[in-house]
């Protein structure tokens, strides 16, 4: 049965905070106040109201927060779980709404094949870091070590640098299978253009070189 309690919502701007995930932002606007974080469906937007936020986002507690400025605030904060944002309202100078948790139901598969899904997925981060050295060094051998699927899911999906749209995906998925299958499309995605990055970078190095050793050669 889903638990419904009323918070206040921030509206993000052009980011998503993922269940489990560390968050650091500035809170300049009066309306801020940090509870339930919901994505922009359009990033510029003063005021996006109702309509222009997406349902699902995450319940997330805040660790610390610092003033910077007159009116500005850093927060960092950490993500609690998953939740659906019902009935919006303004009150005062803050949003608040009902939500309901909503966590992802489990992966109906067998042993064998819940076995093969969780040694795939390791797989993928281990082609991951091999092109991240921070990756590798900060989180892959906690990843490793994870025996679970949903938990191991849960995990990596709040370690890896997603674009926000893609984290919102994430978000979107109401079973594990398909949060499974955007995960491991966007983590193949993202190690393809990881490795593009790191080959026109020895490309441009090389080109740099190149140049480097004509001038000296000319002068």
């Known amino acids: 049965m889903r638990t419904r309690k009323r918070y206040p919502v921030v509206a993000m701007r052009a980011q998503v905070v993922l269940p489990g995930a560390v968050a650091r932002f500035d809170l300049s606007r009066s ?58 309202v303004l009150e005062g100078e803050a949003y608040e709404a009902e939500i309901f948790n909503a966590p992802l139901r489990a992966i109906e598969k067998n042993g064998e094949e819940t076995e093969a899904m969780l040694r795939a997925l390791k797989g993928y981060l281990q082609l991951y870091a091999r092109e991240d050295k921070g990756f590798a060094e900060r989180y892959l051998p906690r990843l490793i070590s994870e025996t679970g699927l949903m938990q191991l899911l849960r995990a990596s999906s709040s370690q890896l640098p997603w674009a926000w749209g893609t984290g919102q995906r994430l978000l979107e998925c109401n079973t594990g299978e398909e949060f499974y299958e955007v995960l491991t499309g966007e983590l193949t995605r993202e190690i393809d253009v990881v490795r593009m990055r790191h080959e026109y970078e020895q490309k441009l190095r090389l080109r740099l070189d190149k140049s480097q050793r004509e001038f000296m050669l000319r002068e």
Request: hydrophobic share 35%; net charge positive.
């Open 31 to 88: 309306r801020t106040v940090a509870a339930v974080l919901v994505a922009q469906k359009d990033p510029e937007e003063i005021d996006p109201g109702e309509t222009g936020i997406y349902r699902y986002g995450t319940l997330c507690q805040i660790r610390s927060l610092t003033r910077t400025s007159h009116n500005t605030r850093r927060a960092m904060l950490f993500g609690i779980r998953r939740c659906s944002v019902e009935q919006l």
